[in-house]
Structures are given as structure tokens and as C-alpha cells.
């Protein structure tokens, strides 16, 4: 059973950067999409970045060009580096299998800009 704890949240001005991490309890190896999600207050939760085990990514068009998401196998950890943060990112951030599995939310990360 993977186990994933989000950290690197925080308090941020726009156009600030932040990096998030995922790390994981249990072998990623074998899961061959990750992905960031990240849900906003009176929002669904929407998947933002997504990885695959030969470094292929795929972002969702409100953060391409922006976040760069990225994996280290041997460390079973997910990154998500976010540069020119906007207000609009506001919102609590989890990785995931893509797609995801119920049994493998973390408790997540804040990220808040403030304008």
C-alpha cells in the first residue's frame, strides 16, 4: 500500500515560485502516471500536471509554461516546481496516481498568493 505526504506549501506573492514534493511510503516504480491535483475552495479538483514513468508530461493548459512536474524513482518522490504564481493557483495540492486511486490521498498542501 503507497502512502503519499505532500509538503512545500506556503504563503506567496504573485509571481513568486514555490516547489512542491510527494513523497511516497511505498515503491512508485510501478506506478507509471503521477500526477499534481489541486482543488480550490467551491471547486472540483482538477488534475494540473502529469508524469509518466519515461519522464513524459502533460499539463493542463491554466499552468503550462509555468509548473514543471518531475520524478525521482529511486526516492519515490513527485515535484512540482510552479514559477510565476498567480492568485488564481490558490488552492490545496495532492499527488496521485493519474488515475487516481481513492486509497492514496494525502492530506495535501496549501499554496496561497496572494495579488
Known amino acids: 500500500q503507497v502512502q503519499l505526504v505532500e509538503s512545500g506549501g506556503g504563503l506567496v506573492q504573485a509571481g513568486g515560485s514555490l516547489r512542491l514534493s510527494c513523497a511516497a511510503s511505498?515503491?512508485?516504480?510501478?506506478?507509471?502516471?503521477m500526477g499534481w491535483y489541486r482543488q480550490a475552495p467551491g471547486k472540483l479538483r482538477e488534475l494540473v500536471a502529469r508524469?509518466?514513468?519515461?519522464?513524459?508530461?502533460i499539463y493542463a493548459d491554466s499552468v503550462k509554461g509555468r509548473f514543471t512536474i518531475s520524478r525521482d524513482n529511486p526516492k519515490n518522490t513527485v515535484y512540482l516546481q510552479m514559477n510565476s504564481l498567480k492568485p488564481e493557483d490558490t488552492a490545496a495540492y495532492y499527488c496521485?496516481?493519474?488515475?487516481?486511486?481513492?486509497?492514496?490521498w494525502g492530506q495535501g498542501t496549501q499554496v496561497t498568493v496572494s495579488s
Open positions: 511505498g515503491s512508485i516504480f510501478s506506478i507509471n502516471v
Open positions: 496521485n496516481s493519474v488515475p487516481y486511486v481513492d486509497d492514496y
Open positions: 508524469i509518466t514513468n519515461s519522464g513524459s508530461t
